[in-house]
Each structure stands twice: as C-alpha cells, then as structure tokens.
C-alpha cells in the first residue's frame, strides 16, 4: 500500500480518534502554539468517561479547560514548565508540575520514566515522500511522539513546513485528523516598550559582540535586544526559540550565520513562537534548521558556538549572585526551562556572554515597589541559576559582571545595579550578613 492509501485508511474524526484513550493513559501533549486544539476538546468531551488520565506537557498556549476543577479524577495535568494557562491548579494542587532541564525533557519520554502510551501532535500536510513537518513546534516534541504507543495527529493546512529534523512519517501517525485553522499567533513584546526594557536592551546589545550566535528566551527584553543590533555584523543564531524579531535583522544583513563555528549558515532552534508573518516566514525556508530540545538545549552542543550569548530573565537575584527564575518564595510560578541549559553553554564557550537581565524593581498589585535585588533570596525560592554559574547580571542601571569575583565585590556590584531608592538599604543588610 503506497503512503497516500496508507493515510486516507487512518483520516477519522476528533472523536473517533480520542477512543483510543483509555483510563490511565499517559498522553503527551504537543505545546506552545502548537497544542492540537481540536483533539484536546473532544478528549475534554469524553473525559467525564475517563479516569486517571494523565497529560505530560512543557509551555502551552491558550485556553486550558483540561485543567478546570471539574476535570479531577479524570485528567491531571503533569506539566515540566508552568504556563499561565494552567499556573492556577499547579498552585491549588489540581495539576502537577515536574522540575527537569529542558534539555533533558524529551529524554523523560525516551529513556521510559514516563512512558507515553498516546502521543496527541500538531502536523503539516505531508509533502510528496508522505512526511509531515512538526512546523513551530519540533524541540519538544519529536522525542516524545516517536517513544509513544500510538500517535494522533492533526494535520493543519496552516501548519508551515520548517524544514531540519522537524519531519514525521505519515505510516507513523496512527489517527489522523484533518484541520484547517489558524496557528495561535504570540507576539513577544509591545509597540513602545517601557523606558526600563529599552535601557536593559541597550546595555545588553553592548556585550554582543561582531560574530556572536545568540540565544533570545522568551519575553520583552530579549525582543528588545534585537533593535539595538543593527550596528552588529554577521550574527548567528542557536536557541530554543526565537521570534518575529529576527527577520528584520535577517533582511538587513545583520544576521547571517556565517562565522557560526556550529551549524555555519543556519538560523538553529527547537521551536517558534510569534505572529502569521513569522509563520510565512519559515515555511519551507532553508535557513531555518529545527532539531530536538535535547540537541538545541545540550550545554555541550551550545557549548561549540564560538562567541555564544545567552538572554535569560529572572524573578529576583540575591547579592550572592543567585537566580530565581521558577517560583516567588514557594509559591511555582514558571520552571527551570532552558536557562540553566543556555547559561552554563554560553559559560564553557569561546568568547560566551551567558547574561541574567530583569527590571531592578516590580509593582506589586497594591501599588507597592519592591527591589528585584534582593539580600537573600525569599523563603523557599527555587534557584535556577546558582552563584557558581551567574555571570553577568543586567538592570536599567547598568550591568553588573560577578564572574570570579568575592562575596563582597558581588554584593557591591548588585548594588549599583540596583534601584537608587533601595540601594543604602541593600547596604545596610549586605553588612549585618557579612556580605561587605
């Protein structure tokens, strides 16, 4: 039977596709922009019939009546970086949330600590060999659908074909299901960022060096960076994602990828998240290069890019150096992501600038101002970035370099970082802990 029979045998409906599910599956979920949304809502539909299931996810994007208090008993969410969308019953203990490297989440998967019995993934039409691209979403997917038992896609019209190791065989997919819709469009920042992001961006851009392969997490201030670079030459790109942002410095001939000393040429990433025009923009685009998390997100990998710079953000930072970037005190907030990946990569690189960049202050609901910079952590914040592996620190204020520096210069360092007003008090608590 020739590829073309083969997938006609296994086109069904939403709903027939989800009867294969049974009570105590585990189902990996396919994320970001790219959840299967017509899947998801017939699984919800037939779960009141379900017990025990259970969804493994990272970040995904969009309405989550999966996790809706009525959902108990029948599907809980196992997820290894909290999304806003499901923040509220990982904090209610209605969902679950796993700590783990994104590095090394496809591996969960593969290696069978969590063995997937349903893979539920996001698809292109498959071109003329029978296979289909995973589009915007590649990274954390692939690993995950090929350990699964059965694989339900969703084959989207809209779905861009990128193109690397971003492919998946139609004799692969188990059930398929036609779907014609828009891919969730995520811009990263505002028209008119805040003075604070411009001033964090223009300090950053001045650490970028001629030649440097870049890794932008997600947010304003990564986004913010890219219009400070148009003074730059011959940038790379090698990153978990990446947005919209890059195609003006793609078509001003600031980003070339041609001194990268890994993957010369290529824009290298795990997945996209951004408007239609992004979308356009890397269908069938061979300078686009998708490859698995656990390759792109390899400290080792990352590692062998020459001049490799890496943006990350964070919810406070203490005058030690440590980062926390998943939870405010106890309370989970996000994960670990690929910071501590892309930090200790850009670290061991040749020429690497691994940067830790957040706003010195934040306004609390009432309207109080809270210092970022911090003399201690909060009671039961997670690091993420420890102080053996921070390197530079970046405000509004300027930027603050902690590599093989003491305790003491550290703390003196954060504190000129630091908002003005908060800055004699940081003093003063820096002394009565022996910090200076």
């Known amino acids: 039977m020739g590829w073309n029979n083969l997938y006609q045998s296994r086109v069904t409906t939403a709903e027939q596709a989800v009867e294969v599910i049974q009570s105590g599956n585990r189902i990996f979920l396919t994320?970001?922009?790219?959840?299967?949304?017509?899947?998801?809502?017939?699984?919800?539909k037939r779960a009141a019939s379900l017990e025990n299931i259970e969804i493994c996810q990272a970040l995904t994007i969009g309405p989550a009546d999966y996790v809706n208090p009525d959902m108990e008993g029948h599907i809980r969410v196992n997820t290894m970086f909290i999304s806003a969308n499901v923040r509220k019953a990982v904090q209610e203990g209605r969902a679950d949330y796993t700590p783990v490297l994104l590095s090394e989440f496809p591996l969960l998967f593969k290696n069978h600590h969590l063995p997937v019995d349903v893979a539920m993934i996001h698809v292109s039409p498959p071109d003329e060999h029978?296979?289909?691209?995973?589009?915007?979403?590649?990274?954390?997917?692939?690993?995950?659908?090929?350990?699964?038992?059965?694989?339900?896609?969703?084959?989207?019209?809209?779905?861009p074909r990128t193109l690397g190791d971003s492919f998946i065989h139609v004799s692969k997919l188990t059930h398929i299901l036609h779907v014609n819709y828009p891919i969730p469009e995520m811009a990263m920042a505002e028209e008119g960022e805040s003075e604070t992001i411009e001033k964090i961006a223009g300090f950053i851009a001045e650490l970028i060096p001629d030649g440097a392969t870049m890794q932008m997490g997600i947010g304003a201030i990564p986004d913010a960076v890219l219009k400070y670079l148009f003074d730059k030459k011959d940038l790379g790109i090698h990153t978990e994602l990446f947005s919209d942002g890059v195609i003006v410095l793609v078509d001003a001939g600031v980003i070339t990828s041609a001194r990268k000393s890994l993957h010369a040429g290529?824009?290298?990433?795990?997945?996209?998240?951004?408007?239609?025009?992004?979308?356009?923009?890397?269908?069938?685009?061979?300078?686009?290069?998708?490859?698995?998390?656990?390759?792109?997100?390899?400290?080792?990998?990352?590692?062998?890019?020459?001049?490799m710079?890496?943006?990350?953000?964070?919810?406070?930072?203490?005058?030690?150096?440590?980062?926390?970037?998943?939870s405010i005190g106890p309370k989970l907030y996000s994960g670990v992501g690929g910071q501590l990946d892309f930090v200790y990569g850009a670290s061991r690189s040749k020429g690497g600038v691994p940067i830790i960049a957040l706003p010195s202050t934040n306004t609390m609901r009432d309207g109080t101002v809270i210092s970022k910079i911090v003399p201690m952590l909060k009671q039961g914040a997670g690091v993420v970035t420890t102080r053996n592996h921070v390197r530079f620190i970046v405000t509004e204020h300027g930027v603050a370099d902690l590599y093989g520096k003491?305790?003491?210069q550290r703390a003196q360092a954060l504190i000129k970082v630091a908002d003005p007003q908060f800055r004699d008090e940081l003093a003063k608590q820096a002394a009565e802990l022996h910090f200076m």
């Open 309 to 326: 710079v890496a943006v990350n953000s964070a919810i406070e930072v203490d005058l030690t150096g440590q980062v926390c970037a998943d």
């Open 31 to 44: 994320g970001n922009v790219s959840v299967p949304k017509t899947l998801l809502g017939a699984l919800v």
């Open 406 to 408: 003491t305790i003491r």
């Open 266 to 307: 290529k824009i290298v990433a795990g997945f996209i998240l951004g408007t239609k025009r992004l979308y356009d923009w890397v269908d069938d685009n061979p300078l686009i290069e998708m490859h698995r998390t656990e390759y792109v997100n390899d400290p080792f990998v990352i590692a062998q890019n020459d001049r």
């Open 130 to 159: 029978g296979f289909c691209s995973l589009g915007v979403e590649v990274g954390l997917t692939k690993t995950p659908a090929e350990s699964a038992k059965i694989i339900i896609a969703e084959v989207n019209e809209q779905m």
